[in-house]
């Protein structure tokens, strides 16, 4: 008789060692930065395109702190630069709570709420108006900054709020102290002031369908340009030379029959010249705020 070969019993498998879960976003955290980022996405939309915001009228506090210096940093508007603050501490929110995570979640939200805090005092003090969009973003910052320093991981080695706050509070008001000085002039060269007449005159062109048709090596287009000063980006202007000088002209001012730049188009009317802010408003039936005076 054959003899029976006895199979190897088969191997136990290896027991697979467990996956580790992905660490939960920072909910609290996660959530205000996001309000924060909407917020603060609208405002740098609004500056950038020249569009009105909703519920801040050319004559309202609102328009007096958002048109003035303060509303600009560094060349780009101040709702920019919290944009950018937003974003880092919604990034942060993601990943393990680890202890340098949370020191600059920390760190970005005491800049914020300090920031905050020096244009709130500035808009009362010397502008003497409030913005509801600025006190909205302060609020939450204010949250968030609270949020952070209650979430403080027992696991530090070697920490001490004394030892945090006698470097953080010195270098933050150094920093406050310095952009302050560049707002008023000492430093290096002041944020420029947009005209109060001539931002509500752009807006209100904006508003009656006008358009301004140019080209950016044009220097007739500059002169006009210039008459608006820094709320020049507010106008309702078309690029007919997006390729530079000598390129084809832009469909939008072939379709318009735009021979001379600049040329505007009012109520159906064009006026191929550059035109004083007076010419503008008679045109327009521009009414300026009473605070505001008309321009040569």
Same mark, same amino acid.
């Given at each position: 008789?054959?003899?029976?070969?006895?199979?190897?019993?088969?191997?136990?498998?290896?027991?697979?060692?467990?996956?580790?879960?992905?660490p939960?976003?920072?909910?609290?955290i996660?959530?205000?930065? !996001?309000?924060? /980022? +909407?917020?603060?996405a609208? $405002?740098?939309?609004? *500056?950038? %395109?020249?569009?009105?915001?909703?519920?801040? @009228?050319?004559?309202?506090?609102?328009?007096?702190?958002?048109?003035?210096?303060?509303?600009?940093?560094?060349?780009?508007?101040t709702?920019?630069?919290?944009?950018?603050?937003?974003?880092?501490?919604?990034?942060?929110?993601?990943?393990?709570?680890?202890?340098?995570?949370?020191?600059?979640?920390?760190?970005?939200?005491?800049?914020?709420?300090?920031?905050?805090?020096?244009?709130?005092?500035?808009?009362?003090?010397?502008?003497?108006?409030?913005?509801?969009?600025? !006190?909205?973003? /302060? +609020?939450?910052?204010?949250? $968030?900054?609270?949020? *952070?320093? %209650?979430?403080?991981?027992?696991?530090?080695? @070697?920490?001490?709020?004394?030892?945090?706050?006698?470097?953080?509070?010195?270098?933050?008001?150094?920093?406050?102290?310095?952009?302050?000085?560049?707002?008023?002039?000492?430093?290096?060269?002041?944020?420029?002031?947009?005209?109060?007449?001539?931002?509500?005159?752009?807006?209100?062109?904006?508003?009656?369908?006008?358009?301004?048709?140019?080209?950016s090596?044009?220097?007739?287009?500059?002169?006009?340009?210039?008459?608006?000063?820094?709320?020049?980006?507010?106008?309702?202007?078309v690029?007919?030379?997006?390729?530079?000088?000598?390129?084809?002209?832009?469909?939008?001012?072939?379709?318009?029959?735009?021979?001379?730049?600049?040329?505007?188009?009012?109520?159906?009317?064009?006026?191929?010249?550059?035109?004083?802010?007076?010419?503008?408003?008679?045109?327009?039936?521009?009414?300026?705020?009473?605070?505001?005076?008309?321009?040569?």
């Amino acid at each position: 008789m054959a003899r029976k070969t006895r199979g190897k019993p088969p191997r136990a498998a290896r027991p697979r060692p467990p996956m580790a879960a992905r660490p939960r976003p920072n909910w609290p955290i996660l959530v205000l930065s !996001l309000i924060g /980022l +909407a917020l603060t996405a609208y $405002l740098s939309w609004a *500056a950038s %395109s020249g569009s009105g915001l909703q519920g801040c @009228g050319i004559d309202s506090g609102c328009d007096a702190v958002l048109s003035s210096k303060w509303a600009t940093l560094l060349g780009a508007p101040t709702a920019a630069w919290g944009l950018v603050a937003y974003g880092v501490l919604a990034g942060l929110a993601f990943g393990p709570r680890a202890g340098w995570r949370w020191l600059a979640t920390w760190i970005v939200a005491f800049a914020g709420v300090l920031y905050s805090v020096y244009l709130t005092t500035v808009s009362v003090t010397l502008l003497g108006a409030t913005c509801p969009y600025c !006190l909205t973003s /302060l +609020a939450i910052m204010t949250a $968030l900054f609270a949020v *952070a320093t %209650s979430q403080r991981p027992a696991d530090m080695p @070697g920490f001490t709020w004394r030892r945090l706050l006698v470097r953080a509070v010195p270098a933050a008001a150094v920093l406050i102290t310095l952009l302050h000085l560049n707002y008023v002039g000492v430093l290096g060269r002041p944020p420029e002031v947009e005209d109060p007449f001539a931002r509500a005159l752009a807006l209100h062109l904006s508003q009656r369908g006008a358009k301004m048709y140019g080209a950016s090596w044009c220097p007739h287009c500059i002169e006009q340009k210039e008459m608006f000063g820094s709320a020049a980006r507010r106008l309702p202007y078309v690029e007919c030379s997006t390729g530079g000088q000598g390129s084809r002209q832009a469909g939008a001012c072939q379709s318009a029959g735009i021979r001379q730049y600049p040329t505007w188009i009012i109520g159906g009317q064009r006026f191929e010249e550059v035109l004083t802010l007076t010419r503008l408003a008679e045109l327009t039936s521009f009414q300026p705020p009473a605070q505001t005076s008309a321009q040569p």
